[in-house]
Each structure stands twice: as structure tokens, then as C-alpha cells.
């Protein structure tokens, strides 16, 4: 059966590139495709029916036609612009940090429904609740897991003893636990405290509306983050280029 040159897809904005003088190379990310590239002829000038709709950030409902090198958005219509989080800086910068995840963990044209519903349905947690960090931490837990990437939380990775309730070590380099009789043996770990241990146990087992109730203090925040962003820099081999601007509206807040 023949691929149809023309197709719909739902997609979200992850990143636009400026391509001449009125063109627009948009990386979106879509249910059954996981990540494409597709070009948005003329979508920069003022006439333009496509302009208003091909923000970053935004969920769209597009149609494409198939090309050579990239598929050509014909139409686009924007089913979410998620208003709330483009008034607030500190929402925007959450969401662009979530949609540049996606963008550096994936390859194109590997679908990936899971990634999609969890991307969707954190821009809309950022944008409509004030846990924007913890929908962020709960965000990278599971995009791990949907990737290939999920941490070991409930035994050593190294001897597969159970892990006992009392400070442990996150390995960076294996993406879980060792007990502290095998910390030695991993290049690169760090202390995981039992409260640490405990909330990523519950994160990794329960949807998002229960792990919200779990009450994280400011200090317990701060050490998953540095857990996960570790991880994930260890996965990517670099940082993120909007974790440097999120560390600075952090500490101006």
C-alpha cells in the first residue's frame, strides 16, 4: 500500500528554524511519527494564514504533504496555545526546557506515543498548576523510562541485593542505585538520600495527579533535581543550552 502524499497529524511545536527571507523549519513532535522536520513556506509574512499558528510551544492540528528532503506544512490550525504559561517567564522557561528535552533525547521518525501524551500533558500541568518544578522532575522521570533510559530505584545495580532504607548512591554512569558496598565500583556517583529514594519510588509508579500530593520540601526539590539533571547531562554528553537560563530566573526569583 502506497504511503499518501498528503497526510494530518497532531504535532507540538518543539523548535523553529529561520530558513531565507519568509520560510520557517519547524522540528515538531507528533503521535505516530515521534519527531519530524517540516518546512513552513511563507509562514513569516504578515499575510500569511499559517503564521498565527505555528508558534513554539503550541499544539496543532497541521496537514503536510510529503517532499523530497522535508514535508511541507500546508495547513495548520492550533488547538492549544497554552496562554497561561505565556504570560509568566518562569512557566515559559519550564516548558522550553521540557520541549528541548525532547527535541536533543529523540531521533526523527521514531514514534513514540507515550512521549508525546507525557510532553502534552506536562506543557498543560505547567500551564494550568503552580507544582511547575515538580511536573518538570516528574516530566524527566518518565521520559526516561518512555526512552530506554529508566533508573533502577529498588535494587544494587551491581550485586542485585535489595536496597535497605538508609543512605544509598545514585550512579550517574549506570542510571540507578548501588548499595554502599558497591559504590566503589561505578565512575561516577553520588549520595541519594531515603526521602530522594522514596519520592522517585512513587513518581515512577503512580500517575502525575497522585504524585503531585506528595510534598516535597525545598531541599528534597533541589536534590532530585540534581540527580536527574546529572543523568540526563551523562546521557546527552552536555548540558541543556535552557538549564543555564532556568538556573538564573531560579536565583533571581
Known amino acids: 500500500m502506497s504511503t499518501p502524499k498528503v497526510y494530518k497529524t497532531e504535532a ?10 519568509a520560510d520557517k523549519i519547524l522540528v515538531l513532535y507528533t503521535p505516530d511519527m ?29 496537514m503536510l504533504a510529503r517532499g523530497q528532503n522535508l514535508d511541507v506544512i500546508s495547513q495548520s490550525e492550533t488547538i492549544s496555545g497554552f496562554l497561561q504559561l505565556r504570560d509568566d517567564l518562569w512557566r515559559t522557561s519550564l516548558a522550553l526546557y521540557a520541549v528541548e528535552l525532547v527535541d536533543q533525547l529523540t531521533e526523527e521518525h521514531i514514534g513514540n506515543f507515550p512521549v508525546y501524551r507525557l510532553l502534552l500533558e506536562t506543557l498543560q500541568h505547567i500551564s494550568e498548576s503552580d507544582d511547575g518544578e515538580l511536573a518538570l522532575r516528574y516530566f524527566e522521570l518518565h521520559l526516561l523510562t518512555h526512552l530506554g533510559y529508566k533508573p533502577e530505584l529498588r535494587e544494587c545495580l551491581r550485586c542485585k541485593a535489595q536496597i535497605e532504607p538508609k543512605e ?18 561505578a565512575l561516577l556517583c553520588r549520595p541519594i538520600s531515603l526521602n530522594a529514594l522514596k519520592t522517585l519510588r512513587y513518581w515512577q509508579s503512580n500517575d502525575y495527579e497522585k ?17 536527574l539533571r546529572q543523568y540526563i547531562r551523562y546521557i546527552l554528553e552536555r548540558d541543556l543550552k535552557s538549564t543555564a537560563w532556568l538556573d538564573r530566573l531560579k536565583r533571581e526569583k
Open 12 to 21: 507540538i511545536v518543539l523548535k523553529r528554524i529561520i530558513l531565507g527571507e
Open 168 to 185: 544509598n548512591y545514585f550512579s550517574i554512569s549506570d542510571g540507578g542505585v548501588l548499595c554502599p558496598k558497591c559504590r566503589t565500583k
Open 34 to 62: 515521534g519527531k519530524i522536520s517540516a518546512i513552513a513556506k511563507g509562514s513569516r509574512r504578515p499575510k500569511s494564514k499559517l503564521s498565527g499558528h505555528l508558534e513554539l510551544l503550541t499544539h496543532c492540528q497541521m
Open 211 to 227: 504524585s503531585r500530593k506528595v510534598k516535597v520540601s525545598a531541599e528534597l526539590m533541589q536534590e532530585l533535581e540534581i540527580i
